[in-house]
Structures are given as C-alpha cells and as structure tokens.
C-alpha cells in the first residue's frame, strides 16, 4: 500500500502547531547554526536517540511531554544553542554590510572561473596518480554521468571526488552510490583517500 500524507495532516496528528518565520529568516539562521555548530548533539543532545528514550519511558507522548522531559534532561540546551547562533547572526550583520555589487562580481568570478579550473584540475590530478598507481587508466565522467554525482573513473569503477571536509558536512542532501576519494590540501600537495 502507497499513500501520501500531507504536511497539514502530520501537524494534525502530531498537534503541533505550525510556526511561521518571516521569509529569509529560517534560511539564515540555518546558515548561522552550520557555522556555530549550535544544535550538534555535543549542545542540544542526540535528539533522535533521546525521542526513542523518552518514548520508552512514557505512554503519554505528547508535544508538552516531550518539551518537559527534554528540558528536564537538558535545561540549558535551548539557551546554549541560541547564544551559539545569534552570536553568528550578529557576524553575518556585520559582513551584509561589506558586500555590494563588485564583491558579489568579485565572487561569482572566483567561483565560476578560479574554483571550477581548480577543483576540475585536482580531480584529474587525483585520477591519473591513482591510476598510475594501481596500473590502469582514469577518465573525467561524461556530463550524464557527472549528473550522477560520479566525477571520474579508474578502470571501470566509477569515484566521486570531494574534499576530506565533505565527511562532517551537515547539509549533505545528496547520495552518492559510488566510491569515494576524499582528498586534503597540504603545504606540498594533496592527501588523497581511496574509499575501499
């Protein structure tokens, strides 16, 4: 059986009621909490872990429940959590104020120039030497297959290249089911990771 439940509906059942933000707002302080690392489990908790403890300690789940036992466990969380991103909301302030029209140009041209040359020629730096290393030949991905998240091959098998920072990204929406090499920049070269 397949259905659909809408997000109304979830609220419903859940009764929760749904809190409007003026528009922009959540965005940049999604932004800000990334950068202060505000809600990681080491300030808020692992919240999925302690909704499961809760529920094993409860028959009355509830909205309020959940708020008073929470708060119970961490009574400064929500405080802790909110200086973090405020803090970096007050930073984002005071960097609006430097941008205009030249520093965004300044920007995209880093970006659609310097970093695509840069990041396009380490990845076929990190193919050839991995192929040089394991005796077999190396290609840069076609752009279907780059749609499919695959930057190159070595052999037959296919690797998707990200920097060693990727791993701890807290925003990773997409899936890549292919290898991955995860490479560092060092003083003299690159350090380079071959997922097995």
Do not use: C
Request: negative net charge; aromatic residues 12%.
């Amino acid at each position: 059986m397949k259905f659909q439940i809408t997000n109304e509906n979830i609220q419903k059942y859940n009764g929760i009621t749904k809190l409007e933000f003026p528009k922009y707002t959540t965005q940049l302080i999604n932004l800000a909490n990334q950068n202060a690392q505000g809600t990681r489990p080491k300030v808020v908790g692992q919240l999925s872990e302690l909704f499961q403890e809760f529920q094993n300690q409860t028959n009355d789940i509830s909205i309020e429940n959940w708020e008073s036992w929470y708060l119970d466990k961490y009574p400064n969380a929500i405080e802790e959590a909110t200086i973090k991103i405020y803090e970096q909301i007050e930073n984002f302030k005071k960097a609006i104020e430097l941008i205009d029209k030249n520093l965004v140009e300044k920007w995209v041209r880093d970006l659609v120039i310097n970093k695509t040359y840069n990041g396009l020629y380490v990845q076929q730096a990190i193919l050839a030497a991995f192929a040089e290393k394991t005796g077999q030949d190396f290609r840069l991905a076609t752009p279907y297959e780059e749609s499919q998240g695959i930057d190159g091959f070595v052999g037959e098998t296919p690797y998707s290249i990200k920097p060693d920072s990727y791993k701890t990204m807290g925003h990773l929406s997409e899936t890549i089911n292919v290898k991955m090499i995860y490479y560092s920049k060092t003083k003299t070269g690159l350090y380079v990771e071959v997922e097995e």
